[in-house]
């Protein structure tokens, strides 16, 4: 270095900032990190999650598609070209937290599981999906109070939700034959019944709190009323000896 010229400062990355750079280099990282921005998958993806929000938050016709596309940093014009409408959006969101529930019991493998156990594990895993995932229990409030008009309009609605119901026939017809549960069990009709204990406690809570004077799904009462459904499930199913 020549007396009297100054060291060169090193960039963000320690590089001194006039040392030799390879463009080509550096282009493929900004190109790789616009990818990355404008990944249309990933865009979608952060959409729903925000319209889940806003939807269960403020129901159809309360929520603003300029709220949410302001909250994923993009425009109503990209929302609408991904999803049609703000129905069209609504009604994907629908899909999205259906198809999520449905997902997740189909991970548990009840099937591998002695027919009781299946059964404790998908009544336990549906308390638990209802009292932490409080978006989708106002979601199906709200799509109830819409007379189930969008979903009706899904051309995978009902053939997602058919699974938890061959689940449930899977894990009756096994406990059936290991001479466990009782032969005359609708499978809807149970799904119905597990359904609406879990659902209840979350969805009618703040009626439920003030006519009684007691929160059902306060945290203190967790585990008593997650042990009493999974208990009178399992006295339904249960043969009579």
């Given at each position: 270095?020549k007396?009297?010229?100054?060291?060169?400062?090193p960039?963000?990355?320690?590089?001194?900032?006039?040392?030799?750079?390879?463009?080509?280099?550096?282009?493929?990282?900004?190109?790789?990190?616009?990818?990355?921005?404008?990944?249309?998958e990933?865009?979608?993806?952060?959409?729903?999650?925000?319209?889940?929000?806003?939807?269960?938050?403020?129901?159809?016709?309360?929520?603003?598609?300029?709220?949410?596309?302001e909250?994923?940093?993009?425009?109503?014009r990209m929302?609408?070209?991904?999803?049609?409408?703000?129905?069209g959006?609504?009604?994907?969101?629908?899909?999205?937290?259906y198809?999520?529930?449905?997902?997740?019991?189909?991970?548990?493998?009840?099937s591998?599981?002695?027919?009781?156990?299946?059964?404790?594990?998908?009544?336990?895993f549906?308390?638990d999906?209802?009292?932490?995932?409080?978006?989708?229990?106002?979601?199906?409030?709200?799509e109830?109070?819409?007379?189930?008009?969008?979903?009706?309009?899904?051309?995978s609605?009902?053939?997602?939700?058919?699974?938890?119901?061959?689940?449930?026939?899977?894990?009756l017809?096994r406990?059936?034959?290991?001479?466990?549960?009782?032969?005359?069990?609708?499978?809807?009709?149970?799904?119905?019944?597990?359904s609406?204990?879990?659902?209840h406690?979350?969805?009618?809570?703040?009626?439920?709190?003030?006519?009684?004077?007691?929160?059902?799904?306060?945290?203190?009462?967790?585990?008593r009323?997650?042990?009493?459904?999974?208990?009178?499930?399992?006295?339904?199913?249960?043969?009579?000896?």
């Open positions: 270095m007396k009297g010229s100054k060291a060169a400062e960039d963000t990355n320690g590089i001194p900032s006039d040392a030799p750079r390879k463009d080509n280099g550096r282009s493929d990282v900004r190109r790789t990190d616009a990818r990355r921005k404008y990944d249309p990933q865009t979608k993806r952060n959409i729903l999650d925000v319209a889940t929000q806003e939807f269960s938050a403020m129901g159809l016709t309360g929520a603003r598609v300029d709220a949410i596309a909250r994923t940093n993009t425009t109503k929302l609408y070209y991904y999803f049609g409408s703000k129905e959006l609504y009604q994907a969101v629908l899909e999205k937290v198809g999520d529930i449905r997902a997740l019991e189909q991970d548990l493998h009840v591998e599981l002695d027919p009781v156990e299946g059964m404790r594990a998908l009544v336990e549906t308390f999906y209802h009292d932490r995932q409080r978006d989708f229990v106002r979601l199906v409030t709200i109830n109070i819409n007379g189930a008009k969008y979903v009706e309009q899904s051309k609605f009902k053939g997602r939700n058919v699974t938890v119901i061959h689940t449930i026939e899977d894990l017809a406990g059936v034959a290991a001479g466990q549960f009782r032969n005359d069990i609708d499978a809807i009709d149970l799904h119905l019944l597990i609406s204990l879990c659902f406690r979350i969805g009618n809570r703040h009626t439920f709190g003030t006519a009684f004077g007691r929160d059902p799904s306060h945290p203190r009462l967790r585990a009323h997650r042990a009493m459904i999974v208990d009178a499930v399992l006295r339904f199913v249960r043969k009579e000896d």
